[in-house]
């Protein structure tokens, strides 16, 4: 009977949950209703898949709509109806200058077509068109010419709220859609307050003068019939790669074997072809060929391109996979378990997250697009944060900034609020969790077998890919499963730093960086991960991760993809890290492991390190089936949708322990090691992906340190910000230029030990500055001298004054500030025109320029303004010069000491301890450009938080575990640095005096 229900998908209008939508139709006897969320689609299969459990018969459409405007709704009769709404609505989401017609403006087979009685009723309606009465509509339908063509009529009660409470937060959404203020809301910007859902007796009470129109909606309702059978599992990806399953078969057949000399040589033994015809066997038995075929087109067209890319998750586990080289991990060396990525119980299809540099992602996704017939992005649905909501319903209320910030940070006590307070953080106490707007999921892509529309429309954002409205999870629910294409920095680095060098060392032999089985053998490598001097290299250089290679001295591979695991929170709060780190250092410390677990985790003796470890435990320990096994693990990830499954799973475990006589108390801390995994474990192919990127980054930075921190800082670094790397070249003997006029370009380049940064790097320059002053240079030449610039190229006087106040015009010999004046001289502030070629050079008025001294502290304060830190020691800028000889170096011998140090910050982390208060650690580098660990517990975090970048006085305990020292923190200062010369009243540059009065400069000059 309801042909037109919105949710909360209906976004900034609507505010009634999916599932909550069904279950008010089923508390009203409403037997059948039809989702018409407004221009979108979003809940539209969640709505199919759960209404069976509240026995409401689902029925698809759309409300389009212009604004709050309504045109008309469409209904799907079926599946096909439903494609050809969302390849309509597609048409408007795509091109946003598209407005919404009165009426649709192509045949819309299979659907029918409402119209709002008061817009269509000078229609001429088709058989499939119908209008809508309102309640509001009966009293003028009596006197209507329509009210004799009744046959035409159905009944249209909107329902968008659940009651008043839902109708005022509609307003408040709504004031938030438009920007203003909720008193000047327009009211055609609203719904209708009785925009709720009356139960079905009600319902045909309202229109029983009527009852045509109660029985044409009905009829309409009972044509309509939607099914995305979501009993069955099967996958709906693309389902052959070629023409049909045999074919798909021989080529990945053939393409495997042929793998097998680039991978193993002539080496490949028994065991290899073993575990091919395992793999082959159980991969065309679940169905999953076209799914490794798709990866290996993508990838072997990254490769005829000189795409970097990484193969991680637990596809590093099969060898069919090493052998497409979607991955480079050799899951024979590392023993890894192919049940762990495809097992006769799994109904989804594997996972491969391929990662590429985030350069050259976006080619492989037009690629994708255009290779692949029935493709789309995947949206995330962007919800109401309770923080962000406070302030929208902030502004709405007109409340004052200082109020929502009050608000916000949480320092108020609730009963002395004024009401508008109050409802502010009512409402958004409300709202928080309700979908915002629709993003793009960070790398999933769909390769359907049938199209994209046949489930869902889909919008255009600017990245210019056509993306679903629905997300990965309902995607999963209906068997679409994504393929993983994401981007990260690290490869880009790594990209970047092989071109610079097979440039800087043409005479050499270039660089396999592939080559990993010398990379493991490696005596550089291995100094580098005994000594935790991995600053730039993927995944080895934060805090936590140096801390944990210098307490493992770690130099080998298998050492480092158990780091990269253990790292992971779930090792940590289990416990279990520290034995790891005492079993890998001590081996006498081995012998405390578990007879049973030690036999089944031999390479981390009897630690849990791996996703892997617990379906073996499972299995072997907990007397679990492989598929009970990977549900358990599956539950534990997250990903897992019936929590009762699960549950009857971990009874299953205990039972079956204690049935084999293993004491309960042991049982259960075995239990507490898994449950401590929860979502946080990798798999052991994924650390080993990772491992392999670190090893590939670690060379080039032990051979090509310099080459390979310009790459790094060219790719906006890793963990850390541009600053450390810029310090990190400099401790690798590295001398830093500020960007120049004449030398640099966009990004930093090298030149020999010299690395000049580049002009994107500095702070408010356009890239069209940047982009005329290297095309100019390229065509013409150098520059010769300020004015030569000035003649060349179009700039304001912003931009030129950032250009000379980095002292990018040095090569002149001219002092900056006399520069500045001279720009700001000869520099109109009008308009900007584009550079305009006349056959005579006009002669420039050369202005005579006061002698402007500058110092190497004023050239720093520049530095920090424009680049974001000084090109100096920035011990340099205390105002109090230190006398403390203490360094880094010097701790170790300290142990157990009080002692006071000073370090100029570079990150910090902060954290919960079990009571739930807060506590930091701190990443610190002395004066010789060492690092100095701190930890801040709660009360010491409490009396002395940090105060931003700067140079800190410590004052703390020195503590060594496992050779890895910190300083247990017990006093913290922030000290004080010199006054900005550029605006002291001592400053000897009348530049920057304008603001100081002339008694002030007379007092400054004696």
Not at 286 to 312: C, D, M, P, T
Not at 409 to 416: A, H, T
Not at 964 to 990: G, H, Q, T
Request: hydrophobic share 35%; with cysteine; net charge neutral.
């Amino acid at each position: 009977m309801y042909l037109n229900c919105h949710t909360y998908y209906s976004l900034r209008y609507g505010t009634i949950k999916p599932e909550q939508l069904l279950a008010i139709a089923s508390e009203n006897g409403v037997q059948t209703l039809a989702l018409t969320d407004i221009n979108t689609t979003s809940a539209c299969l969640d709505i199919v898949r759960l209404s069976k459990k509240y026995k409401v018969k689902p029925v698809l459409g759309v409300d389009f709509r212009n604004k709050a405007q309504q045109e008309f709704i469409l209904i799907a009769k079926n599946n096909n109806g439903f494609k050809n709404i969302n390849d309509y609505l597609s048409k408007f989401l795509h091109n946003r200058d598209l407005k919404i017609p009165e009426r649709p403006d192509v045949i819309l087979e299979e659907c029918f077509v409402i119209y709002p009685y008061q817009k269509g009723k000078n229609f001429n309606l088709k058989s499939n068109e119908f209008l809508g009465i309102t309640p509001k509509d009966l009293n003028h339908l009596k006197f209507s010419k329509w009210n004799q063509f009744r046959e035409k009529l159905v009944v249209l009660k909107t329902v968008s709220f659940q009651n008043k409470k839902g109708f005022n937060t509609h307003r408040l959404l709504r004031a938030i859609d438009n920007n203003t203020l909720l008193s000047k809301l327009p009211k055609t910007e609203e719904g209708n307050s009785d925009d709720i859902m009356l139960s079905y007796d009600e319902l045909c009470n309202t229109y029983s003068e009527f009852p045509k129109l109660i029985h044409n909606t009905e009829q309409l309702l009972e044509n309509c019939t939607i099914d995305f059978h979501f009993e069955n599992n099967e996958p709906k990806n693309q389902k052959y790669f070629t023409e049909n399953e045999a074919s798909d078969y021989e080529l990945l057949e053939k393409l495997t074997y042929d793998g097998i000399t680039y991978r193993y040589g002539n080496n490949a033994g028994p065991e290899i072809y073993q575990r091919i015809d395992k793999e082959l066997n159980i991969i065309k038995q679940k169905g999953f060929v076209s799914y490794f075929l798709i990866n290996w087109k993508i990838l072997e067209y990254a490769r005829s391109k000189g795409y970097f890319y990484v193969g991680r998750g637990s596809g590093a586990n099969s060898i069919i996979a090493y052998l497409l080289r979607i991955t480079d991990v050799d899951p024979i060396e590392l023993d890894l378990y192919f049940e762990r990525f495809i097992n006769l119980f799994r109904q989804n299809p594997p996972d491969f997250d391929i990662d590429f540099s985030w350069k050259d992602r976006d080619d492989i996704t037009h690629f994708i697009f255009n290779n692949f017939k029935n493709t789309a992005l995947i949206t995330v649905y962007n919800t109401f944060k309770f923080r962000a909501s406070v302030r929208e319903l902030g502004k709405v209320f007109g409340l004052p900034k200082s109020e929502m910030d009050m608000l916000t940070r949480g320092k108020f006590n609730v009963s002395q609020l004024d009401r508008l307070s109050q409802l502010v953080l009512k409402y958004s106490q409300y709202i928080e969790g309700f979908p915002n707007y629709l993003g793009i999921h960070a790398g999933g892509i769909l390769i359907s077998e049938k199209p994209i529309h046949y489930y869902g429309a889909t919008f255009m954002p600017p990245k210019g890919f056509a993306t679903t409205q629905f997300d990965m999870v309902v995607a999963e629910d209906i068997g679409l499963y994504k393929f993983d294409i994401l981007s990260q920095r690290g490869l880009g680095k790594i990209k970047d730093a092989v071109e610079i060098i097979d440039t800087n060392y043409a005479e050499q032999p270039p660089i396999d960086i592939h080559d990993i089985k010398r990379f493991k053998k490696d005596e550089r490598i291995k100094h580098l991960l005994r000594n935790a001097k991995a600053i730039g290299c993927f995944y080895v250089e934060s805090p936590a991760m140096r801390m944990l290679l210098k307490k493992l001295q770690v130099d080998n591979y298998l050492g480092l993809v158990a780091a990269s695991s253990v790292i992971r929170p779930g090792v940590a709060k289990s416990g279990m890290m520290r034995q790891y780190i005492l079993r890998y250092r001590y081996p006498e410390k081995r012998k405390e492991a578990h007879p049973v677990l030690a036999e089944l985790m031999p390479e981390t003796f009897g630690v849990m390190v791996y996703q892997e470890d617990v379906i073996k435990v499972a299995h072997h320990f907990g007397g679990l089936d492989l598929g009970e096994a990977d549900m358990l693990r599956r539950g534990m990830s997250g990903k897992f949708r019936s929590r009762d499954e699960f549950l009857k799973v971990k009874q299953q475990f205990f039972d079956n322990c204690i049935n084999d006589g293993k004491p309960y108390e042991f049982v259960a801390d075995v239990w507490r090691q898994i449950e401590s995994f929860a979502g946080y474990a990798f798999a052991k192919g994924h650390s080993a992906s990772y491992a392999v990127e670190s090893y590939q980054s670690l060379f080039l930075k032990a051979y090509y340190p310099l080459e390979y921190m310009t790459a790094t800082i060219n790719n906006f670094g890793g963990f850390y910000r541009t600053e450390l790397y810029v310090h990190e070249a400099r401790m690798h003997d590295g001398k830093i230029e500020a960007p120049c006029i004449n030398t640099s370009f966009a990004q930093a380049i090298i030149n020999g030990d010299v690395i000049f940064l580049g002009f994107m790097f500095l702070q408010s320059l356009e890239s069209k500055t940047i982009e005329r002053i290297l095309e100019e240079r390229e065509s013409y030449g150098l520059f010769k001298s300020l004015d030569d610039f000035i003649e060349r190229i179009p700039i304001s006087v912003e931009q030129i004054t950032i250009l000379i106040k980095i002292n990018a015009f040095r090569f002149t010999e001219i002092n900056k500030r006399e520069l500045l004046w001279e720009a700001h001289l000869k520099i109109s502030k009008t308009v900007i025109q584009e550079h305009i070629v006349t056959l005579f050079k006009t002669q420039r008025i050369n202005y005579n320029t006061p002698e402007l001294p500058s110092t190497a502290l004023e050239n720093a304060f520049d530095e920090i303004e424009l680049l974001g830190f000084p090109l100096c020691n920035p011990f340099h800028l205390l105002e109090k010069e230190s006398t403390s000889r203490l360094r880094a170096k010097h701790l170790i011998q300290l142990e157990g000491k009080y002692i006071k140090i000073e370090g100029y910050l570079i990150t910090t982390k902060n954290t919960s301890t079990a009571k739930g208060k807060r506590m930091y650690f701190g990443t610190f580098l002395d004066r010789d450009g060492d690092f100095i660990d701190t930890v801040h517990f709660p009360p010491v975090a409490a009396k002395y938080p940090f105060r931003g970048k700067g140079i800190y006085e410590i004052i703390g305990k020195v503590m060594v575990e496992f050779d890895c020292v910190n300083i247990e923190v017990s006093r913290f200062e922030r000290l004080a640095i010199i006054e900005d010369p550029r605006y002291s009243i001592k400053s000897l540059n009348p530049t920057f005096q304008r603001k100081k009065s002339f008694k002030d400069l007379k007092r400054a000059h004696g």
